[in-house]
């Protein structure tokens, strides 16, 4: 039977492997082959310059995911299949460490070379990739002092999340993963809350909205829509990229985000356009529902780890001696995905969905016509986004349509009826 559990788990690990590195080969194949070609809907619109600088940083991108992605998938076969976890399990056990100690120490550690394994594609990403196209603007310093607040941030929530898991795990009998199921959603519901007033503001500096045409336009929006915030915010995402963006955060009353990046590229009416479509999120309530989406799956999965538990076949395969709760949930956490890779591409089609639908919203609030396509095609511009992905990957991959599909339904959307 472990010989068996193996098989199997290697198996799916190697499809999900082939299927996310084949459709990343194909996107690859048909950026290279485009050049600086404008697709026929954008011609006009967008400039060939534009699309061969698009197509550049798509494939600079799907390079140094391939390579960060064979090194993962080494890394992740590597830790399960060589013994290491069962040797770190008893190294730990012999220093007389035990239940929750044990059970925290083991999982801190496990997870550690994974974070060591990153840094080296994330100074690449930034301080190469981005920096070759114009858009890194953070220093080494303010690099690692962000990755010394993660770190430390991360321990700060971290630890006692895992010590609590812990307990809900060995303390509340067989009906431990319902039980923990409903703290990890109230732990989530409280970051939510806690995010954009206490974490957010270790990383970025928050100012309200300064009074002018902007402001006024957008809060005259907001109260057309009935929507009420807790204030408009610029973030200064200048500091560390060229990038732009808004979101909101919040479940209730959301607070408003508009990068600094984005404020500077768009019109009023664009930026009208951006909020409004953010407004639609909200208003068709697609943030409670995605809430609710992860709920039900954090239920799932942790009934199927509760399974998973006390099945001594599984330790065996992967050279533990007894079952345990973090041999449990390390094994889990490392090969759960090969076996949920397919669910991909129901999440993007869902994701996708909503797009259209808060597009649709945002066409029929904002009056001037063209606002939120105009919007699109600077935030496609000035990101650098592909203007044509291969159709299987976008539809496996991206939780936003193509530009070229965004302009479509924005047109017919904009059509009368």
Same mark, same amino acid.
């Given at each position: 039977?472990?010989?068996? *559990?193996?098989?199997?788990? &290697?198996?799916?690990?190697?499809?999900? @492997?082939?299927?996310?590195?084949?459709?990343?080969?194909?996107?690859?194949?048909?950026? $290279?082959? +485009?050049?600086?070609?404008?697709?026929?809907?954008?011609?006009?619109?967008?400039?060939?310059?534009?699309?061969?600088?698009?197509?550049?940083?798509?494939?600079?991108?799907?390079?140094?995911?391939?390579?960060?992605?064979?090194?993962?998938?080494?890394?992740?076969?590597?830790?399960?299949?060589?013994? !290491?976890?069962?040797?770190?399990?008893?190294?730990?056990?012999?220093?007389?460490?035990?239940?929750?100690?044990?059970?925290?120490?083991?999982?801190?550690?496990?997870?550690?070379?994974?974070?060591?394994? #990153?840094?080296?594609?994330?100074?690449?990403?930034?301080?190469?990739?981005?920096?070759?196209?114009?858009?890194?603007?953070?220093?080494?310093?303010?690099?690692?002092?962000?990755?010394?607040?993660?770190?430390?941030? +991360?321990?700060? !929530?971290?630890?006692?999340?895992?010590?609590?898991?812990?307990?809900?795990?060995?303390?509340?009998?067989?009906?431990?993963?319902? %039980?923990?199921? #409903?703290?990890?959603?109230?732990?989530?519901?409280?970051?939510? %809350?806690?995010?954009?007033?206490?974490?957010?503001?270790?990383?970025?500096?928050?100012?309200?909205?300064?009074?002018?045409?902007?402001?006024?336009? &957008?809060?005259?929006?907001? =109260?057309?829509?009935?929507?009420?915030? =807790?204030?408009?915010?610029?973030?200064?995402?200048? $500091?560390?990229? #060229? /990038?732009?963006?808004?979101?909101?955060?919040?479940?209730?009353?959301?607070?408003?985000?508009?990068?600094?990046? &984005? *404020?500077?590229?768009?019109? *009023?009416?664009?930026?009208?356009?951006?909020?409004?479509?953010?407004?639609?999120? @909200?208003?068709?309530?697609?943030? /409670?529902?995605?809430?609710?989406?992860?709920?039900? #799956?954090?239920?799932?999965?942790?009934?199927?780890?509760?399974? !998973?538990?006390?099945?001594?076949?599984?330790?065996?395969?992967?050279?533990?001696?007894?079952?345990?709760?973090?041999?449990?949930?390390?094994?889990? +956490?490392?090969?759960?995905?090969?076996?949920?890779?397919?669910?991909?591409?129901?999440?993007? %089609?869902?994701?996708?969905?909503?797009? @259209?639908?808060?597009? =649709?919203?945002? *066409?029929?609030?904002?009056?001037?016509?063209?606002?939120?396509?105009?919007? !699109?095609?600077?935030?496609?511009?000035?990101?650098?986004?592909?203007?044509?992905? /291969?159709?299987?990957?976008?539809?496996?991959? @991206?939780? /936003?349509?193509?530009?070229?599909? =965004?302009?479509?339904?924005?047109?017919?959307?904009?059509?009368?009826?």
């Amino acid at each position: 039977m472990p010989t068996l *559990v193996v098989a199997v788990f &290697l198996a799916f690990f190697a499809a999900e @492997y082939a299927v996310e590195t084949g459709l990343l080969l194909l996107n690859l194949r048909r950026a $290279r082959r +485009s050049g600086d070609a404008v697709p026929a809907p954008l011609q006009g619109v967008v400039t060939p310059g534009s699309a061969a600088r698009s197509r550049d940083y798509t494939l600079a991108n799907g390079r140094l995911a391939l390579v960060s992605g064979a090194w993962s998938a080494a890394l992740t076969l590597a830790v399960l299949l060589s013994g !290491l976890l069962p040797w770190l399990h008893q190294a730990l056990a012999a220093r007389g460490l035990a239940g929750a100690h044990r059970f925290v120490a083991f999982l801190v550690l496990v997870s550690a070379p994974f974070w060591v394994a #990153g840094l080296p594609f994330a100074l690449y990403r930034t301080f190469v990739l981005e920096a070759r196209f114009g858009f890194n603007r953070t220093t080494p310093a303010l690099w690692l002092k962000d990755r010394a607040k993660g770190l430390l941030l +991360s321990a700060a !929530l971290g630890l006692p999340l895992l010590y609590a898991v812990y307990g809900f795990m060995a303390l509340t009998g067989r009906a431990w993963w319902l %039980w923990l199921a #409903g703290f990890l959603t109230g732990v989530q519901i409280l970051m939510v %809350w806690l995010f954009p007033t206490l974490i957010a503001p270790l990383f970025n500096r928050f100012q309200p909205l300064p009074e002018g045409p902007l402001k006024e336009r &957008l809060e005259a929006l907001a =109260r057309a829509a009935r929507f009420r915030s =807790r204030g408009l915010f610029v973030m200064d995402a200048s $500091r560390r990229s #060229g /990038h732009g963006n808004a979101y909101f955060t919040g479940f209730f009353r959301p607070r408003i985000v508009l990068f600094d990046t &984005l *404020v500077a590229q768009m019109t *009023v009416p664009e930026a009208a356009a951006v909020l409004a479509h953010e407004i639609g999120h @909200y208003q068709k309530r697609h943030v /409670h529902r995605r809430l609710a989406l992860g709920v039900a #799956g954090q239920v799932v999965t942790l009934w199927a780890l509760s399974l !998973l538990v006390p099945w001594p076949p599984l330790y065996r395969a992967f050279g533990f001696a007894a079952p345990s709760y973090e041999a449990a949930l390390a094994l889990f +956490s490392l090969g759960g995905g090969a076996f949920t890779f397919f669910l991909a591409p129901v999440a993007s %089609w869902l994701s996708r969905r909503h797009e @259209y639908q808060a597009d =649709r919203y945002a *066409v029929a609030l904002v009056p001037e016509p063209g606002a939120l396509a105009s919007a !699109l095609v600077k935030l496609n511009r000035e990101n650098l986004a592909n203007l044509d992905p /291969h159709p299987w990957y976008s539809a496996w991959h @991206y939780s /936003h349509p193509t530009l070229v599909e =965004r302009l479509r339904a924005i047109g017919e959307a904009g059509r009368p009826a």
